[in-house]
């Protein structure tokens, strides 16, 4: 279902009409679906309903504060990756129970922010992580419940600039060498050793890179459990990818039976953190054009948002629909142009 259709031949968010809003506040802006944002949890809601789960919306997705306490409203946590990150969600009321700290990059001050907030799970890159997270727990009298980012070397088969999972990235521990920090860390004080955790990429279409991932999962559960750790975690990181064009993402639904096919019988707490799923369909930007210009070559629509409000194209050359506010005419005369912004550099397309 679409949250933004036309009404009386004018766009509205739900039924609220864009024109009306652009007056009213000016442009260019964001705007966002309330019922979006709890359809598209509520989704995962149902599909993991027999499961003990843990929904942590992926801030890095969407830090506006009024999408993390939307869905903090419906029940979601969040997962967070930098000190900003964590204060975001801490301010609109999400209780540090329900947020994991991940991040390839965390730095001294920021987990012991992470410590203070008494956060879910704390997910580990590195052995410094280990032994500053260790010092920094232990001053402040407390454990902190961790788990290792272990990198399976799975091509997530996505855009190269978010495929986190191959050996060659800069993510996790890799696998083969897991063990052995877990046996450090179960030597450490101020660390409680609770789980495991991965994530390989973002807008994932395609369930075989998962079930491979998963599957290398499962076996380092079952052989860290043998070495007499206490694995009640699982974090599967997000992912799962949306449709922006003519792609044909696995349900909701399909990627929950993947998940109890390779993981159900260890009995684990689930961990995710879908991102781009809860938020991608849920807002829109809105702009105003400021002229049309016309070249020897092309058609400039100049508009008053730029690569500063939205960078996705610029970065990833990624396609997004432009819709008009008034709904065009059947018989309405269609052209060819480059609708571009004001920054200074060619790239802002």
């Not at 003990?52 to 939307?70: M, P, R």
């Not at 399976?152 to 052995?180: L, Q």
């Not at 860390?185 to 390989?200: F, K, M, T």
């Not at 009995?267 to 995710?272: F, M, P």
Request: aromatic residues 6%.
């Amino acid at each position: 279902m679409s949250w933004f259709e036309y009404r009386n031949q004018v766009l509205c968010a739900e039924s609220v009409s864009l024109a009306h809003i652009a007056k009213e506040v000016g442009t260019p802006l964001y705007c966002y679906s309330t019922a979006a944002l709890k359809a598209n949890y509520e989704e995962f809601v149902d599909a993991f309903r027999d499961r003990d789960v843990l929904i942590a919306y992926s801030v890095k997705a969407n830090a506006n504060q009024a999408v993390i306490a939307t869905l903090s409203a419906c029940g979601a946590g969040a997962d967070v990756v930098s000190g900003g990150e964590l204060q975001r969600a801490l301010a609109v009321g999400v209780p540090g129970s329900r947020i994991v700290f991940s991040g390839v990059g965390k730095t001294s001050e920021e987990m012991s922010a992470g410590v203070a907030a008494q956060v879910h799970q704390f997910n580990l890159e590195s052995k410094t992580q280990l032994e500053s997270l260790s010092e920094i727990a232990s001053k402040q009298k407390v454990e902190a419940r961790v788990a290792f980012r272990v990198n399976p070397d799975v091509d997530a088969m996505t855009h190269e600039k978010i495929a986190t999972g191959r050996r060659t990235d800069k993510f996790g521990v890799p696998i083969g060498e897991a063990r052995s920090l877990y046996e450090l860390a179960r030597s450490l004080p101020g660390i409680e050793v609770v789980g495991v955790d991965l994530h390989i990429g973002s807008q994932l279409t395609d369930l075989e890179p998962f079930k491979k991932a998963f599957s290398r999962l499962a076996e380092l559960v079952n052989a860290l459990r043998e070495d007499g750790h206490d694995i009640r975690h699982i974090d599967l990181g997000g992912g799962l990818g949306v449709r922006y064009r003519d792609e044909q993402p696995p349900t909701v639904s399909s990627y929950a039976e993947l998940v109890d096919e390779t993981l159900g019988s260890l009995g684990c707490q689930l961990i995710l953190e879908p991102g781009r799923a809860l938020v991608a369909d849920a807002g829109i930007l809105l702009s105003r054009v400021i002229e049309t210009k016309q070249s020897s070559e092309r058609v400039f629509v100049i508009i008053d948002a730029a690569m500063n409000d939205f960078l996705r194209p610029a970065l990833y050359d990624a396609w997004h629909p432009i819709d008009p506010v008034s709904e065009p005419q059947p018989d309405a005369n269609r052209d060819i142009v480059d609708v571009v912004g004001q920054v200074c550099e060619s790239g802002d397309v």
